[in-house]
């Protein structure tokens, strides 16, 4: 409710500024009923994760396969998508950050998928990564804030989730891994669906309080 409050008066403040580049919203409830709130903003409705693939109390695996029911049936008329979460708060207009079909991402300190110790564990996943360059490939991102074409997405999400489901099976991903194994799902995914040319901007975010202005 906090985030939908400040979606809407940040999108009505962009466009009395004039150009603004904020589209809709959709809300993704990953819990398998309606609840109150599916009233006051728009909410697609996703199942829960099937028996077959428990979270063992890690919920978070919702996500994605709540996003890859939502990319099977969504009609929207925009073609770049931002995902945020719930605590992400808009202060003031987000531009559209990508360049032509370049996804836009915030870059975590925490999400470090080639360093030494992590990186048998990521090419367990994707691959030897022989190069430097290859090895750049993999950002260190989530999926929020991102920034995406509704094309990338369709690409990207059922490797999203399968990943998702790997990774948490693997033992080693989820000891050092741990609560944010999915991220780490997500940007090798990325890599996996070929999209390894990803725009890192500190912009989309502040955090404090280590981030103290805007």
């Known amino acids: 409710r906090v985030h939908y409050y400040w979606y809407k008066k940040i999108k009505r403040q962009c466009r009395k500024e004039g150009k603004c580049?904020?589209?809709?919203?959709?809300?993704?409830?990953?819990?398998?009923?309606?609840?109150?709130?599916?009233?006051?903003?728009?909410?697609?409705?996703?199942?829960?994760?099937?028996?077959?693939?428990?979270?063992?109390?890690?919920?978070?695996?919702?996500?994605?396969?709540?996003?890859?029911?939502?990319i099977k049936t969504v009609k929207i008329p925009e073609k770049y998508v931002l995902m945020c979460e719930p605590d992400h708060i808009l202060l003031k207009p987000m531009p559209n950050l990508m360049k032509g079909k370049k996804p836009a991402a915030f870059p975590f300190f925490y999400i470090e998928?080639?360093?030494e110790n992590f990186l048998p564990i990521t090419e367990r996943f994707v691959g030897k990564l022989e190069t430097v360059e290859e090895k750049s490939q993999i950002a260190p991102i989530g999926s929020s804030p991102t920034m995406m074409t509704l094309d990338d997405m369709k690409k990207v999400f059922p490797l999203w989730f399968n990943l998702s489901i790997a990774v948490h099976n693997d033992q080693?991903?989820?000891?050092?891994?741990?609560?944010?194994?999915?991220?780490?799902?997500?940007?090798?995914?990325?890599n996996k669906a070929g999209i390894r040319d990803i725009g890192l901007h500190l912009v989309m975010m502040g955090q404090p309080p280590w981030d103290s202005q805007l």
Do not use: C
């Open 172 to 190: 080693e991903a989820v000891k050092e891994w741990g609560g944010v194994q999915e991220m780490y799902a997500f940007t090798l995914s990325m």
């Open 21 to 70: 580049d904020m589209g809709g919203f959709t809300r993704i409830l990953h819990t398998g009923k309606a609840d109150e709130l599916v009233e006051e903003m728009p909410t697609f409705v996703a199942n829960e994760l099937p028996a077959e693939h428990p979270h063992h109390g890690y919920i978070v695996l919702n996500r994605p396969y709540a996003f890859l029911q939502w």
């Open 113 to 115: 998928p080639t360093k």
